[in-house]
T-cell receptor
Framework: EDQVTQSPEALRLQEGESSSLNCSYT??????LFWYRQDPGKGPEFLFT???AGEEKEKERLKATLTKKESFLHITAPKPEDSATYLC????????????FGKGTLLTVNP | ETGVTQSPTHLIKTRGQQVTLRCSSQ?????VSWYQQALGQGPQFIFQ???????GRGNFPPRFSGLQFPNYSSELNVNALELDDSALYLC?????????????FGPGTRLLVL
């Protein structure tokens, strides 16, 4: 059974203070690792998909990296508008597109 | 803007009742998945439909059922509601026409069971 563990559960940063969120996973045949951002009461917003170890993707202040056992979401010089819950999910081999999610990391960036 | 819409946005029901939630996907997205997200948790996979047939199911009882229609809309039906069914219900759509698929989520329906 696929498993995803995210840490920390919550992270409070000052504006401009860079940090990283961790996503550890166990999966039989990784077909993709996904990062989403979720604001309170809203649906998850797609950020990145990573497919193989060593892959990196960037978008504004965010950079996602992938190894064979974990992924990191690096946040450089965050702003208050980056405050949200960040969700990590994996898709394993099979005919459907089931995503297994972690519980998320609640990020708060103070001005 | 994902192009995925859900209705209603909020719903209050009582235990034992039945509920139908609706989702409209992007044109061309022939795969739709439904997820349940309890407060403080990540979304949990309920089931998925591809070309109007169920194509995978998570650990949810048969009282959770669904339909997908040719016009890229779908429904989630829950019978005999229980208090623990209170959650945010999300639908996500994707196209199966690429090897680098991404699931795009709707805004969700918040269901409260009293």
């Amino acid at each position: 059974e696929d498993q995803v563990t995210q840490s920390p559960e919550a992270l409070r940063l000052q504006e401009g203070e860079s940090s990283s969120l961790n996503c550890s996973y166990t999966v039989s045949g990784l077909r993709g690792l996904f990062w989403y951002r979720q604001d309170p009461g809203k649906g998850p917003e797609f950020l990145f998909t990573l497919y193989s170890a060593g892959e990196e993707k960037e978008k504004e202040r965010l950079k996602a990296t992938l190894t064979k056992k974990e992924s990191f979401l690096h946040i450089t010089a965050p702003k208050p508008e980056d405050s949200a819950t960040y969700l990590c999910a994996v898709r394993s081999g099979g005919s459907n597109y089931k995503l297994t999610f972690g519980k998320g990391t609640l990020l708060t960036v103070n001005p | 803007e994902t192009g995925v819409t859900q209705s209603p946005t909020h719903l209050i029901k009582t235990r034992g009742q039945q509920v139908t939630l609706r989702c409209s996907s992007q044109s061309g997205h022939n795969t739709v998945s439904w997820y349940q997200q309890a407060l403080g948790q990540g979304p949990q996979f309920i089931f998925q439909y591809y070309r109007e047939e169920e194509n995978g199911r998570g650990n949810f009882p048969p009282r959770f059922s669904g339909l997908q229609f040719p016009n890229y809309s779908s429904e989630l039906n829950v019978n005999a509601l229980e208090l623990d069914d209170s959650a945010l219900y999300l639908c996500a759509s994707t196209t199966a026409d690429t090897s680098q698929e991404t699931q795009y989520f709707g805004p969700g329906t918040r269901l409260l069971v009293l």
